[in-house]
């Protein structure tokens, strides 16, 4: 061996050492393994919404397409989320990280449009865990109303929803920082057992099974029975809330490429078929719906005016609609934290200012990046106090975001990845049917963003129409500006994808010494 290779040699390996170490140092903290399998889980099956979410959401659906709807959309949607938990567990397992799509997309994408489309994707995903949250807190505010108002005689006012969901969001953030560990212990609960049995048990008035699997009202508006119906699939759909949320958890959990995509299948299949016996339950004993539509609490919470109905006492409703109210609480929980984490991923790859990248030393959580979340959500929240219907055609976004989130990755996937290797072995894989999954979930998937983003009822007016398009315009708006201020010269994609980029360099350098030798 010459001299001159042999320092060529020692150049090389001396650049790649000193490289090293400048990496570690510079490497961002990273989150403590301080969660298992059953964590993500708790977290996958209470930010579906599943029964809690459909009985919250009902009243669009009792409007477009009655007991028909109601049933048969559940089955309809069912199907189609798991085709898309399906593929979507795929990715989680070959990519398992705290920023979920937007990592998911930066890896499936064409090189030349990688970092813009996971920069968009990123924002959307944030845009609906985020949404999602406050929808939760909110969601808890107006429950709690409907509570006071049936112990009680009580007005409900827009201010005390406000101040209660305020309250909410503090707790979440709270929990998300001193005590972390409680998303363990807090996503659980399986009350549709026992509120299955009081309904069946105590309304005396049912209906025949004809009218649950055969009724079809539309009292939208719409002309189109076809298009009530489609409309009406909104409480199917906001039962399967987010399925995202436990991947954003991903590097806190153990074994995550295992964990997460299990907890994703068992999210949607679980949630799917268990939620069967609770709708018909409720169809059954449901009573006129326009009665329960046009109670005083039958727009706050028609499902706790369905048991008052059922079981003669405010105290008993209370108690079985609260049930679903403390898992709505816990899914804000677990989105607000999920928003966290997200922000911090994306902190960490570059593409928001390094302090969102902070761990706390003591508490293990980016504090932060849960802090950030706070302040846009105060003048968001304050929107209901002008008008609660535009409140709540904003938080119909929220589906949507999910949605867009979820279908870029699987268009991807299916009509790019698959055909040029931009996929990894993983620990969850569908084979050979992968391709068509990805095909159903995208066609599901596309059918389900344009059915969310129509107006519920018609005529439209400024106080009934559907915001989702807004809020989808105004957060491509948004990503689209801090793009050209801030991201296209700070955000080169995922650190993994870079970190990967400059392993080949390395070892294709010591390739290169080798030769040399």
């Not at 003669?312 to 049930?323: C, D, E």
């Not at 650190?495 to 040399?516: H, T």
Request: with cysteine.
């Amino acid at each position: 061996m010459s001299q001159t290779s042999g320092h060529q040699t020692a150049k090389v390996l001396h650049h790649t050492t000193s490289a090293d170490m400048q990496t570690d140092e510079l490497a961002p903290p990273v989150l403590k393994k301080k969660f298992n399998f059953l964590t993500a889980l708790g977290i996958a099956l209470c930010c579906s919404g599943a029964w809690e979410g459909w009985a919250a959401s009902m009243a669009p659906g009792l409007a477009g397409g009655g007991a028909v709807g109601m049933f048969w959309g559940w089955i309809f949607v069912s199907v189609g989320i798991c085709f898309l938990a399906s593929s979507l567990a795929e990715f989680a397992s070959m990519w398992p990280s705290a920023g979920g799509q937007y990592v998911w997309v930066a890896h499936l994408a064409p090189p030349k449009w990688s970092r813009i489309m996971s920069w968009h994707t990123a924002w959307i995903s944030l845009t609906g865990l985020w949404l999602g949250a406050i929808s939760c807190a909110m969601g808890v505010a107006v429950q709690v109303q409907a509570y006071v108002a049936t112990a009680r005689s009580y007005e409900p006012k827009n201010w005390h929803a406000i101040l209660i969901t305020y309250s909410c969001m503090l707790i979440f953030i709270l929990i998300n920082t001193l005590y972390v560990k409680g998303l363990h212990y807090m996503n659980s609960g399986l009350g549709f057992f026992i509120v299955i049995g009081v309904l069946a048990g105590c309304t005396n008035e049912k209906h025949d099974a004809k009218y649950v699997f055969t009724h079809f009202e539309n009292n939208t508006g719409w002309n189109s029975d076809a298009v009530a119906w489609c409309v009406g699939l909104l409480p199917a759909l906001y039962a399967f809330f987010s399925l995202d949320a436990a991947s954003h958890f991903s590097e806190e959990i153990e074994s995550p490429e295992i964990a997460v995509p299990r907890a994703l299948l068992a999210q949607a299949f679980v949630n799917g078929i268990s939620n069967i016996p609770f709708i018909i339950a409720v169809l059954f004993t449901l009573g006129d719906p326009a009665e329960v539509l046009a109670s005083n609490i039958g727009l706050l919470s028609p499902f706790t005016q369905i048991l008052l109905n059922g079981t003669g006492k405010a105290g008993v409703a209370i108690f079985l609609n609260g049930i679903s109210t403390t898992i709505a609480f816990a899914a804000g929980v677990d989105l607000w934290g999920a928003g966290g984490r997200a922000i911090w991923s994306l902190s960490r790859d570059g593409a928001l200012p390094p302090i969102f990248s902070h761990i706390h030393p003591k508490l293990g959580v980016p504090i932060q990046s849960l802090l950030v979340l706070a302040p846009p959500s105060i003048p968001i929240v304050l929107i209901y106090n002008w008008n609660s219907t535009a409140f709540y055609g904003i938080m119909s976004g929220v589906l949507v975001a999910f949605q867009i989130s979820y279908i870029v990755p699987v268009a991807l996937s299916a009509f790019y990845a698959r055909r040029h290797s931009g996929r990894r072995v993983s620990a969850f894989s569908m084979g050979k049917i992968g391709w068509i999954v990805d095909v159903v979930a995208f066609v599901f998937s596309l059918f389900m963003i344009i059915m969310m983003s129509f107006p519920t009822y018609q005529p439209v007016s400024g106080s009934n129409m559907n915001y989702a398009c807004v809020i989808i315009g105004a957060a491509i708006v948004f990503a689209t500006v801090l793009w050209y201020t801030y991201g296209r010269r700070h955000y080169s994609g995922p650190s993994e994808l870079l970190e990967g980029s400059r392993a080949e360099n390395i070892v294709g350098s010591s390739d290169d010494a080798k030769d040399s030798v």
